[in-house]
């Protein structure tokens, strides 16, 4: 079976390195990729959303599965886009279709999807510019802090969390009629804040059966104590340790199995990975959002603990048949830290040497803005590089990562020290 990628982080060189391992693979590729997938697959550089160049490169490389990365080409259809093609229509595509990823896309359409199929989540209202004043009305009734939400995708920063009444007021407005984030923000969920712990579950599903994955915690601020601004993710342990089986209980009954018959109810064709991003308050579940696809770094925690063949796995979706799996879920914890260029998540530098990596062992290394450049790996993004690890508990799997990143270098590297801190 010949296999692409779509994406170029942390979470596909982790997809592809779990993939390669299959002895049903036959050929692995990844567009565009990164240092990292190109010394197990064949990257191939094409934009993610330019579908007729995915196209050709499918059909050229006699391509029989495309597993999808990021969002942004499945809200943009790109699983339809397959679909509705002569050529292209029996290719299996891992991930959802448009309409399923709207989940993501729009967060209006989230809160609707779980107000209707009874889900907990933040209470809301959603506003646009023609009602901005009833939108200041519905502030002054909430107490603070208060969450502003573009509606639409906006890089991970679309959300405001604000202490001030006057302030959240004015950025609702700059959001709204000043357009802050594009089209995305048009239309702003206002929302009661939740306070409490956070963790992710991940399904997968073929749109009929569902298995749950292993939960995962990310840490997505810069800086030490969760403090400064948010990122990509800065590291994340799975399991989480305070997930414990009555709470899982919880959240399969209230959370995920009302997701999924939500799902077939609504006529909302669903092939992938679904995340589920959760708060704890007191001893319940409440959803925050919907992400159409693995996180980032979630995903270098989350696929090291999954022993099945991933081939197997993703064909069974492909056909529908994910209830003839038996997934087998490695005990041990993993726990991942992600190094980034000094500067991130603001400006910073690209194309500084990466040395060292090759003498880690013990951890895995996954690359997320690496790229090779005169034989040489030289950063590419913000977040660089990832050093996963398994251990009896997060302490004994974090001791092993933080010695490994002591032996990689780049210029202006930094990573957070804490990972872990507040369990
Ligand atoms: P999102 O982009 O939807 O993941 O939101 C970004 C972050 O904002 C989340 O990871 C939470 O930390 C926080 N957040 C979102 N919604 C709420 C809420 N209703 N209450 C408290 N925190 C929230
Ligand atoms: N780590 C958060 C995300 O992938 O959205």
Same mark, same amino acid.
């Given at each position: 079976?010949?296999?692409?990628i779509l994406g170029s982080g942390g979470r596909e060189h982790t997809l592809a390195w779990k993939l390669a391992q299959s002895p049903k693979l036959n050929?692995?590729?990844?567009?565009?990729?990164?240092?990292?997938?190109?010394?197990?697959? +064949? *990257?191939?550089? !094409?934009?993610?959303?330019?579908? #007729?160049?995915?196209?050709?490169?499918?059909?050229?490389?006699?391509?029989?599965?495309?597993?999808?990365? $990021?969002?942004? $080409?499945?809200? &943009?259809?790109?699983?339809d886009f397959f679909l509705n093609d002569a050529e292209l229509k029996d290719i299996s595509v891992i991930g959802p279709q448009k309409a399923a990823a709207?989940? #993501?896309?729009?967060?209006?359409?989230?809160?609707?999807?779980?107000?209707?199929?009874?889900?907990?989540?933040?209470?809301?209202?959603?506003?646009?510019?023609? *009602?901005?004043?009833?939108?200041?009305?519905?502030?002054?009734?909430?107490?603070?802090?208060?969450?502003?939400?573009?509606?639409?995708?906006?890089?991970?920063?679309?959300? =405001?969390?604000?202490?001030?009444?006057?302030?959240?007021?004015?950025? =609702?407005?700059?959001?709204?009629?000043?357009?802050?984030?594009?089209?995305?923000?048009?239309?702003?969920? @206002?929302?009661?804040?939740?306070? /409490?712990?956070?963790?992710?579950?991940?399904?997968?599903?073929?749109?009929?059966?569902?298995?749950?994955?292993?939960?995962?915690?990310?840490?997505?601020?810069?800086?030490?104590?969760?403090?400064?601004? *948010?990122?990509?993710?800065?590291?994340? %342990?799975?399991p989480v340790p305070f997930a414990d089986k009555t709470f899982m209980e919880k959240i399969h009954e209230q959370v995920v199995k009302p997701t999924v018959?939500?799902?077939?109810?609504?006529?909302?064709?669903?092939?992938?990975? %679904?995340?589920?991003?959760?708060?704890?308050? /007191?001893?319940?579940?409440?959803?925050?959002?919907? *992400?159409?696809?693995?996180?980032? $770094?979630?995903? +270098?925690?989350?696929?090291?603990?999954?022993?099945?063949?991933?081939?197997?796995?993703?064909?069974?979706?492909? #056909? #529908?048949?994910?209830?003839?799996?038996?997934?087998?879920?490695?005990?041990?914890?993993?726990?991942?830290?992600?190094?980034?260029?000094?500067?991130?998540?603001?400006?910073?530098?690209?194309?500084?040497? @990466?040395?060292?990596?090759?003498?880690?062992?013990?951890? !895995?290394?996954?690359?997320?803005?690496?790229?090779?450049?005169?034989?040489?790996?030289?950063?590419?993004?913000?977040?660089?590089?990832?050093?996963?690890?398994?251990?009896? &508990?997060?302490? +004994?799997?974090?001791?092993?990562?933080?010695?490994?990143?002591?032996?990689?270098?780049?210029?202006?590297?930094?990573?957070?020290?804490? @990972?872990?801190?507040?369990?």
């Amino acid at each position: 079976m010949n296999i692409l990628i779509l994406g170029s982080g942390g979470r596909e060189h982790t997809l592809a390195w779990k993939l390669a391992q299959s002895p049903k693979l036959n050929k692995l590729f990844v567009a565009p990729g990164n240092a990292g997938t190109a010394a197990i697959a +064949e *990257n191939v550089p !094409l934009g993610v959303n330019d579908f #007729e160049a995915l196209k050709k490169t499918v059909l050229a490389k006699q391509v029989d599965m495309v597993v999808v990365g $990021p969002e942004d $080409p499945l809200v &943009n259809g790109v699983h339809d886009f397959f679909l509705n093609d002569a050529e292209l229509k029996d290719i299996s595509v891992i991930g959802p279709q448009k309409a399923a990823a709207t989940l #993501e896309g729009s967060k209006e359409f989230a809160k609707e999807f779980m107000e209707r199929h009874n889900i907990p989540t933040a209470a809301y209202q959603s506003f646009t510019a023609d *009602n901005l004043k009833a939108g200041f009305a519905f502030l002054e009734t909430l107490s603070p802090p208060y969450v502003l939400k573009a509606d639409g995708l906006a890089a991970g920063k679309g959300v =405001l969390i604000l202490n001030d009444l006057e302030q959240a007021k004015r950025e =609702l407005e700059i959001m709204l009629v000043g357009a802050k984030f594009g089209q995305a923000s048009a239309t702003v969920v @206002i929302e009661e804040f939740l306070a /409490g712990i956070e963790l992710s579950v991940f399904v997968l599903t073929d749109g009929k059966h569902y298995k749950v994955l292993p939960t995962a915690k990310d840490y997505k601020r810069i800086g030490e104590g969760d403090t400064g601004l *948010n990122t990509g993710g800065m590291g994340a %342990i799975s399991p989480v340790p305070f997930a414990d089986k009555t709470f899982m209980e919880k959240i399969h009954e209230q959370v995920v199995k009302p997701t999924v018959e939500g799902l077939q109810k609504d006529g909302l064709p669903y092939k992938g990975f %679904i995340f589920i991003g959760l708060i704890k308050v /007191g001893e319940n579940p409440y959803v925050i959002e919907y *992400n159409v696809r693995l996180g980032d $770094p979630e995903t +270098e925690v989350v696929i090291p603990r999954i022993q099945n063949d991933l081939v197997a796995v993703f064909q069974a979706v492909a #056909e #529908e048949q994910l209830d003839t799996i038996d997934l087998k879920i490695d005990d041990r914890t993993v726990t991942t830290v992600m190094t980034v260029s000094g500067g991130y998540p603001e400006t910073y530098e690209k194309g500084m040497e @990466i040395s060292g990596f090759e003498n880690i062992e013990d951890s !895995l290394v996954f690359h997320a803005g690496t790229r090779q450049k005169d034989g040489k790996v030289v950063t590419s993004g913000g977040r660089v590089m990832a050093i996963s690890s398994y251990g009896n &508990n997060f302490r +004994e799997a974090l001791k092993k990562s933080y010695q490994n990143i002591e032996k990689l270098h780049f210029d202006r590297m930094n990573y957070r020290k804490d @990972i872990g801190f507040d369990l």
